[in-house]
């Protein structure tokens, strides 16, 4: 049996051939870079009562042990996910590769200061409204080096970054090194944009209790 | 000193059987021996002051024996009154860092002067045991792995040797002295209060802790068989070793930051330390 084409015939499969390896292998580049603004800024208490601190859901620290980490993202990357994006949106395949990069994202502003205050009197001398910066130290969980915290002026050095990589935030924790007289803390915690804008938070109201 | 040690077995292995070498020029005659052996440590164990004192932690046990070693050696006799000993022997780790090496100068058929070098490795162990037990309130060691680090004493001998042979029965004393160290080695000791924020990071840097050392040896051989020009017998040998020794060290003591630490020199007391060594084996003598 003999099967005949006809010229228009062939030029549609030699365009649709055309198309359909011009879907398959893409040549187009995911884009893995992001831009993003520091919106939102949470709180969450810190148990550091044991040898490695872990969230707590409580509201009751120990006095000598108050800690808190306070996370800095932008909340509408965040909710959005962060799918990597094509430049243009060509109806093709996405190219396979062997490992799909880390996405990054860019601050548009960086961190200028970090201030804490008390919003409780946390003994005679240190009453409600007094700025208490000096009295904590900070861990930054991926990114500082050793054992030890470093102090609230070299925490903007080791957050402020290039870029973030996974997702659009950054975390750090907050230590007290005192041991608090009072029964209960409150602090809020505000971080000063480069744009001159401020993110506020405050911690819930912390009972503290007595090593035995 | 692995790779000292290395080269040093290769050419015991290597140097006897070497042409030039050969029988009547340079040399009289050569023994290799291979051999077992057992190690067993006594120490003293101080009470616990304020400073963590690592020789408290020397690992020293009720067994018999805490280090078991096996061993090859090799004793030449030149021309000229001359003799040299090596010997060089590993745990059961394989790592020939156990050396005894002597040249000998025979004056008179039975008494000859000796010099060398000597080295062998052991175990410090759990020496965090000190934080966790005398600081109280804190985590002691936030590491929870076991510590163990492995210190090597190192030293020069001098001394003298006496030989006997009977028909077919040799015997060897060696009574050695000298000057040996610890190798000097650094650590670090992480703290955090319980139930606080407050962390501590401690860290030590030994010094070199030169102290004179005793160091007798006995070996016994005795010619089994021959064939050919050789022969081929068992020989045991004993030695003890003891010396008094403190490690010191510098202490540098952060708290909360690694900014403006604490620095300290601690001089610990002296510990007297004996270790006896036992071990049999063949020889080949040629």
Redesign the interface.
Known sequence: MRISTDRTTRITVLISLAFLLKAVSSCIQPVFDFDFDFNKITVTNLDNSDVYVMRNDRDTMYSSAIAFEVTLSDEEFLAAGSLPKAETAFPGFTPATAMSPESLYHPRHHITALRIVTLEEMSPAIPAGSDVTGLFVAYVPRYSEGFLYIITDELLTMINRDFYPGEPSVSFQLFCNQDITASRVLFAITVTLSDESMLTAQTGIVNLLRAR | MRHLASILLVLLLTIPSSPIFSQGRVLEKKQVALWFGIRDITRDSLANTGDLDFLNYLHSSDDMSEYQYLGVSAHLWFRGNWEADIKVAMYDDFAPNNLNIKAIWLPMKNLGFTAGIYTYPQLMNEFNMFHRLTDVGF?GD?DSNFRQRRVQESGLTAGLMIPFSYRWLHATAYINGGVSTLSPFTEKV?Q????????R?IRYSTSHSPALFFFPEVELGADCFTFGNAMAGIRVRASWYTVNRSVDYGRVT?E????NPARNEVDNPAHHFSKFEFDAGFYLTW
Request: overall charge positive.
């Open positions: 985590f936030t992480t955090k209060m319980i139930n606080g924020n407050f962390k990071e952060y909360w930051t690694y900014a």
